[in-house]
């Protein structure tokens, strides 16, 4: 059974930084990429970042680019998101998938999802 499982989400005010870990078991992890998306209250759940499976490859929606990083440790079978200069616009459940299409970013190619952990940024 594939499990992916967020962590490190929470309230900060804005400027701050947070860590997300999304923890994965059940798969093959490193011959998936795997990407962060996020869904605002009332709105579509948007890519912010992707990563190719030997982590030689990253790709960033431009609303996080230079303050979001994308990272994974195929070791422990985990990826990550260090957010940086947090912004109130970047309160959203944030939520970890995999994917066996490299570069897409693209909600519809993931075939793993995890269940998601809230990021709130206050003003």
């Known amino acids: 059974q594939v499990q992916l499982v967020e962590s490190g989400g929470g309230l900060v005010q804005a400027g701050g930084s947070l860590r997300l870990s999304c923890a994965a078991s059940g798969l093959a992890f490193g011959v998936y990429a795997m990407g962060w998306f996020r869904q605002a209250p009332g709105k579509e759940r948007d890519f912010i970042a992707n990563?190719?499976?030997?982590?030689?490859?990253?790709s960033y929606a431009d609303s996080v680019k230079g303050r979001f990083t994308i990272s994974r440790d195929n070791a422990k079978k985990a990826v990550y998101l260090q957010m940086n200069s947090l912004e109130p616009e970047d309160t959203a459940v944030y939520y970890c998938?995999?994917?066996?299409?490299?570069?897409?970013?693209?909600?519809?190619?993931?075939?793993?999802w995890g269940k998601g952990t809230l990021v709130t940024v206050s003003s």
């Open positions: 990563i190719s499976p030997r982590g030689d490859s990253t």
């Open positions: 998938a995999a994917t066996l299409f490299d570069t897409s970013t693209n909600k519809n190619d993931m075939k793993y």
